[in-house]
């Protein structure tokens, strides 16, 4: 049998799996969380035991310090997604809500239900923890899932995903919900990508080169981020101790993350009362500063000269792109031509500023006088994250249950026709 | 300048005009619309005349008569799409409403504020008020909107695409909130799905041809549906003059439309006392009957028996397949194999089918005791619709305002910082 070939028979039996779990209680859905999170801390040993595998391989392979970090389980960590898992079970389960329920003209009652999207196809990379985060949020929402995990960290993954099959197993669900490619061949990767028939919705995780190849072969819809290049902006009506607290915060409180600030904007009329207090805040975390001309002029050789690559640039680490602009109009146009819609910040005191920023900014997450390092499934309240989308329809920011569950119309007539 | 770079420009001044777009406040928007539906019935002569040019090449190239007779414009006609327009305006703008605005954990505060997707795509064939619906339904929802009608409505469309200029114009906003693409090239069509950077969604309506070739070449979200393969399901639990009395609206209230029933499901308990009766009905109305096995046997020589196609077929006409099941969960496996999806009711008084029916059905509308013909934008109350989606994320069935918008995660604070 060949790969399409595997990949299509996990497709269907994932469907008929999504069908089965689509009718269950929310209790049954809980159960096997619980039973999961167990079974994860029950096998701590065996799970340390595959993890060594795959460390030793990445070793040899010579995979970078900091892979090897993100690739590592540890008592503690495995400790922390049992505990997770334990987390979404706590959650209100959003299938079978239905809103909005009302008479219409003709006599029918009309209204809106939540449901599963049905079968979810996760793609990433590294983190053997998005193994567990995805199952248990599928689990929740109803859906089935194919886990496609990166090659370097396989034996962990597939260790993770017995646990979840034996929760599913123990309380009788069936273990298709949850299914994990075996082979690590990329041709798997290809034939999710053309399955929309089995596969309603790809969520792809890790690098730009993943996400990228997913959006060019991808047949079915895609709930993704490609970039986050996240601004600040300090307003001239601005309270400068909050956007001196704001700016160092959405910078340095971590640097590898996709909603820290990649580009501060500053209004021209305080540029020279922030900034270089700013740059010495910066310059004592030591963070690069790369600005534009009137930044250079003002800062001196703190700072390097940006360039216009700068404007576009997701750093990740601790480099910063510095622009002066003369209103808040041109920094809302910074922001519409070089940001990626992923989070961006105003800080200002005048709410005239604050109400147009909200409205105007296209971003996932607009923020008034709050860190963009927000921007997060937990901060926001929806218990866990299995991504953040910059799309522009369906799910846009973190996107927890609700992000994985639909909504369709429901009737209620009593032998209503229509006229 | 070739047709990409012309179509690509005007994606540019499509971007342009939506930012100016959303920022508008509804007052202004409505009396754009106002304008526009004066304007069209201001020009009704000049309207008549480019459409009769249609009509005319139409004749000369040999369209069939339902395909002229769709195309045709009447004073009525066109004094109906005024009137559709003014409906628009009574609608509420989904624009920036702000829901669910509550603090977090943190001391922010977080909501979500919808917001107009940005910039449309539509593609369509033959009828043209679609350019008028459209046009409305974008610029209300606050979004720009590229048309490109089919070629055979060339002339009806530009004319009518001026009049909603000419509205936009009378009120100060950017006529490019509604562009009309002018060349009846194909390659404009291409051009369009390959610009996810100016178009952020895609609507195409038409024959099956046109919506397969847009799924496979768009570069961005597409709105659509394929096909309206409808059911109706008689239970044995059903109130048999309800049946009788939705089977028959559901199929022949009119024919040529995406929500009819193609398919009847029958319990077997109850074939034989509803079947007959429902023959002679559908025979006085000339409908063909195509039955399984169970329903030839039962229902003799009125009835032709069916093939596997059958099951699939949207007839849009005068024809109907006819399946006697064992059971409800029959009837589920059936819709879940053969159906489009689209729209699906029960007749049952048993309350306990009736829940299961309207959890476990996986299509966009799901009905007890309703005809399929009410899956409607009208009916549903949504005032007008720009298409009927089948898709699984963003919207389902009718789509509407709310469907042409999308919302964003709004963040309150003070000064905060993530700890």
């Known amino acids: 049998m060949n790969i399409q070939e595997q990949i299509s028979q996990m497709g269907e039996r994932a469907r008929r799996a999504a069908r089965v779990l689509s009718r269950e209680d929310t209790s049954v859905k809980n159960r096997a969380l619980l039973a999961m999170a167990d079974a994860l801390e029950r096998n701590t040993d065996s799970l340390m035991v595959e993890n060594s595998r795959d460390l030793e391989a990445g070793r040899k392979q010579g995979l970078a310090e900091a892979m090897l970090e993100r690739l590592t389980l540890t008592p503690e960590r495995i400790a922390q997604m049992a505990e997770g898992v334990r987390q979404i079970v706590a959650l209100p389960d959003p299938v079978g809500t239905i809103t909005g329920l009302a008479y219409q003209p003709s006599g029918i009652q009309l209204g809106k239900m939540r449901v599963p999207i049905g079968v979810i196809g996760m793609i990433y990379e590294s983190r ?14 109803g859906n089935a899932v194919i886990l496609r995990g990166g090659s370097e960290a396989q034996n ?33 990767v290809s034939a999710m990508l053309t399955l929309p028939q089995y596969i309603d919705v790809i969520i792809p995780r890790g690098g730009k080169g993943l996400i990228e190849r997913v959006i060019s072969e991808a047949r079915m819809p895609v709930i993704k981020h490609l970039d986050g290049v996240c601004h600040v902006y300090i307003d001239d009506k601005a309270d400068l101790d909050k956007a001196r607290r704001i700016a160092i915060n959405a910078k340095t409180q ?25 740059a010495a805040d910066f310059a004592e975390k030591g963070v690069e500063l790369r600005g534009c001309e009137q930044t ?55 709410l005239g500023r604050a109400r147009r920023f909200l409205r105007e900014v296209d971003s996932a997450s607009v923020m008034v006088n709050a860190s963009t390092r927000f921007a997060d499934g937990f901060e926001y309240g929806l218990g866990a994250e299995i991504g953040i989308s910059t799309d522009k329809i369906h799910a846009r920011g973190p996107v927890g249950l609700e992000g994985l569950t639909t909504e369709k119309f429901v009737v209620f007539g009593d032998g209503h026709i229509r006229q």
Chains 1, 2 share one sequence.
Not at 156 to 183: F, Y
Not at 264 to 271: D, T, Y
Not at 313 to 337: F, T, W
């Open 128 to 141: 053997p923890n998005v193994t567990i985060d995805a199952a248990a949020l599928c689990l929740k929402s």
């Open 156 to 188: 962990s993954n597939r260790a993770l995903a017995d646990c979840v099959r034996e929760g599913l197993k123990q309380v009788g669900l069936p273990e298709d919900v949850v299914q994990m490619v075996a082979t690590t061949d990329r041709e798997a």
């Open 254 to 278: 971590r640097y590898g993350v996709c909603n820290a600030m990649e580009t501060l904007l500053v209004h021209q009329a305080v540029a020279d009362k922030i900034l270089p207090t700013l």
């Open 296 to 350: 250079c002029a003002l800062l001196g050789k703190s700072v390097i000269p940006a360039t216009e690559d700068d404007w576009y640039a997701e750093y990740l680490g601790p480099v910063l792109a510095i622009r002066i602009l003369a209103d808040m109009d041109a920094a809302i146009d910074h922001i519409e031509r070089y940001g990626s819609h992923h989070t961006d910040t105003i800080v200002t005191e005048d």
